[in-house]
């Protein structure tokens, strides 16, 4: 089996100090604190169920980032999804035709970003591989795309783009 040059997995971390969706989860996450020490009133328990609300998201999206496992080899790139049942996907590196990464101004402060896969594997049939909330997407889409590059010169693979034109 070939060697393991990356691995890794979309970053809960990253997710919330990078997106909308983080910032507002760590907001109601803090909301029930901030009104509890903050401001007298009756409130009942409305602040503790914001924090318990903030609380479930960020679980859920740690669950969902533990349930998938990129590894970047040579030839190959695997996903490994799942927790409690388990699959494992590999696209061959030389069928991979394009490498996209995706990324908002908020996104690029924290250092992560969407890179965003299209091939002529079966794993691609339905859509893109978008693999969300990467850390260092930059340098990590730069090496994919330098290791696509090397596996098609090494089995001789050339894409040819075929465009039909209506007469």
Same mark, same amino acid.
């Given at each position: !089996?070939?060697e393991?040059?990356?691995?890794?997995?979309?970053?809960?971390?990253?997710?919330l100090?990078?997106t909308?969706?983080?910032?507002g989860?760590?907001?109601?996450?803090?909301?029930?604190?901030?009104v509890?020490?903050g401001?007298?009133?009756?409130w009942?328990? +409305?602040?503790l169920?914001?924090s318990?609300?903030?609380?479930? $998201?960020f679980? +859920?999206k740690?669950?969902?980032n533990m349930?998938?496992?990129?590894?970047?080899t040579?030839?190959?790139?695997?996903?490994r999804?799942?927790?409690?049942?388990k699959?494992?996907?590999? $696209?061959e590196?030389?069928r $991979?035709?394009?490498?996209? !990464?995706n990324?908002?101004?908020?996104?690029q +402060?924290a250092?992560i970003?969407t890179?965003?896969?299209?091939?002529?594997?079966?794993?691609t049939?339905?859509g893109?591989?978008?693999?969300?909330?990467?850390e260092?997407a930059h340098?990590?889409?730069?090496?994919?795309?330098?290791l696509?590059?090397?596996?098609?010169r090494q089995r001789g693979?050339?894409?040819?783009?075929?465009?039909?034109e209506?007469?």
């Open positions: !089996m070939d393991v040059r990356d691995s890794f997995r979309s970053s809960t971390l990253g997710w100090r990078g909308l969706a983080g910032i989860t760590i907001l109601l996450g803090l909301a029930g604190p901030a509890m020490i401001m007298a009133g009756d009942g328990a +409305w602040p169920a914001l318990g609300l903030g609380v479930l $998201i679980l +859920w740690w669950l969902q349930g998938a496992k990129y590894e970047v040579e030839q190959r790139l695997i996903i999804r799942g927790i409690f049942f699959s494992i996907d590999e $696209i590196l030389y $991979i035709k394009d490498v996209r !990464m990324f908002t101004l908020l996104s +402060w250092g970003g890179i965003c896969l299209t091939s002529s594997d079966e794993t049939r339905v893109d591989l978008v693999m969300r909330d990467v260092k340098a990590r889409r730069e090496d994919l795309r330098r696509v590059d090397a596996a098609r693979v050339r894409e040819i783009d075929m465009v039909h209506d007469i």
